[in-house]
């Protein structure tokens, strides 16, 4: 394990038991309903990124859908039940247990951080209203997101010297403008479904907030 890795690897466990112990795991407990919508997101996620292409190991580009899990359960447990999905793709060889702090930092937390704080950004300075939340806080964070993502793993590949900056364009950052449409498509259908049909199991989402016309 090079320093970069193990720098990355420090980073995100650090970062990761830091929520968890902000997490009150007796109300999952005591909650059946919180347990399927939390392992079910994750089981949803998993299967998501089982699928993926690519030609050189680690290149491989898939879908995330961690806008529409962090909108939908709320940072901590987006966290929490992404972590346990990379460590779960991770053992079935997926992925690099070198890579684990890396893809945990740059493929896990980065997009889930930018969509909360997209989404808290815009509750507050923008007027609230369905258009808004599915735009501004699934479509577009899901864009940024993966495009952000795949050039910090690219990055970080080319520093840590497993591969060079030609290759890792050619086979790698060349693939950015065909994943971000998609990506943010993926996300906001979800989140229309979701907050037209079950708007109860969006975390992020209330009827008062984004359906009242009278401003707060």
Known sequence: MTLLETICLVL????????????????????????????????????????????????????????????????????????????????????????????????????ICLTYMIFTLSFHKIMRNMFVYVFVCAFFPAAFGIAIKMGLIGGFYTLNGTYSWDVVVDNYEVLIPLMIFPEAMLNGMTMTLLIIYKPDWVYTFNDKHYFDPDPE
């Not at 030609?55 to 940072?75: E, Q």
């Open 12 to 111: 995100y466990a650090g970062i990761y038991l830091y929520v968890l112990k902000h997490i009150d795991f007796k109300i999952m407990l005591q909650h059946k309903r919180i347990q399927h919508l939390v392992f079910g997101a994750g089981v949803v996620v998993f299967v998501l990124w089982l699928f993926r292409a690519g030609i050189y190991d680690g290149l491989s580009v898939h879908f995330l859908w961690l806008s529409a899990l962090a909108l939908t359960l709320g940072f901590r447990y987006a966290v929490f039940i992404s972590g346990l999905v990379l460590l779960g793709i991770t053992i079935v060889g997926k992925e690099s247990w070198y890579m684990l702090g890396a893809n945990g930092l740059f493929g896990v937390l980065m997009p």
